[in-house]
């Protein structure tokens, strides 16, 4: 458990920067990427989220329990996206039906 | 920083009190990042099956009110870090503020969806089969892609709402004077369930309203 005080200045430098992502991210989408368009949009959301999880959520600074945690529930889902991209990528379709 | 002067007596100490406190609320975020993900990795799946079905829906959403939904967000975030900051400063008006405009943001996000609901359904953009719109751009199954964005805006919205309720109760208790220097774990474990409402709604913004 950390005591540490984040200060004042580091909060308003990490909303700023969160507004300039979001920011990025919608001129971002103006330009076509072809295939990495999904990847930068992710790419920046995620910058957004480190930012929010390590400032706001004060995980930089606090016991690195949480930290593991976090990331091992992240990990999980990874694993739920991995096993079902592998079943779905494998499949034989033999027509379109939805 | 998040040490109580007072603790509940089957804690050893404030500060276990704090740990522990904290522990098991990020356990709990585990669960919801596992249940939010879920829908997510649904929509990867079907968004790399039929991308013209995602790209044609996206166009029926109003990207400027997503990105107003975002930045209003994000500032209810920055408010909710700011309100700790303020009790841990013994500056506990700026506080209650900061809870309040907190509170106020998650009511505007929630008006700006109750805006876009009405004008979607009134419209006919529904999920699945219910599906009725007849304008222009409309693409086979179209509504797959309003499944995707009721259930996933729905969770998160209905989050939202509880979000708001917890900060109301915390409005409440930061006038009854709860909060102050080493007293600020019930802020600190609420601004963590907001701030989890914040990152889901980082992910669905582009997902949702920017694909193209």
Not at chain 2, 43 to 59: R, V
Not at chain 2, 162 to 172: E, K, N, P, R
Request: net charge neutral; charged share 10%.
């Amino acid at each position: 458990m950390s005591n540490h005080t984040v200060s004042f200045r580091t909060y308003v430098n990490v909303i700023l920067a969160l507004f300039l992502l979001t920011v990025c991210t919608v001129l971002v989408s103006l330009v076509d990427f072809g295939w990495m368009n999904a990847i930068i949009a992710i790419g920046i959301a995620t910058v957004k989220a480190y930012l929010v999880l390590m400032y706001f959520m004060h995980l930089k600074y606090d016991d690195k329990t949480y930290l593991i945690i976090f990331l091992t529930g992240v990990f999980f889902l990874f694993l739920i996206f991995v096993f079902i991209a592998f079943d779905i990528s494998t499949r034989v379709v033999e027509t379109n039906v939805l | 920083m998040s040490n109580n002067h007072s603790h509940a007596h089957h804690f050893s100490s404030a500060q276990q009190e704090a740990d522990a406190s904290k522990l098991g609320l990020w356990l709990f975020l585990c669960t919801e990042i596992i249940m939010f993900g879920s829908v997510f990795v649904a929509y990867a799946i079907f968004h790399g099956l039929y991308p013209e079905i995602f790209i044609a829906g996206s166009k029926y959403l109003d990207w400027k009110l997503g990105s107003l939904n975002t930045v209003i967000l994000l500032l209810s975030s920055f408010t909710m870090a700011m309100s700790i900051y303020y009790a841990s400063a013994n500056k506990l008006r700026l506080s209650v503020s900061c809870l309040w405009v907190t509170f106020l943001c998650g009511l505007g996000f929630m008006f700006i969806k109750y805006i876009e609901y009405s004008h979607k359904i009134h419209e006919g953009l529904l999920p699945g089969k219910f599906f009725s719109f007849t304008g222009e751009g409309v693409v086979d199954n179209l509504g797959l892609y309003f499944s995707f964005y009721y259930s996933m805006t729905g969770i998160h919205g209905s989050h939202v709402v509880i979000g708001l309720g917890l900060i109301f109760w915390l409005i409440i208790r930061a006038h009854k004077g709860h909060f102050g220097p080493g007293r600020v774990l019930a802020l600190e474990c609420v601004g963590l369930f907001w701030h989890l409402v914040d990152l889901v709604w980082i992910y669905l913004f582009p997902l949702l309203y920017l694909v193209e």
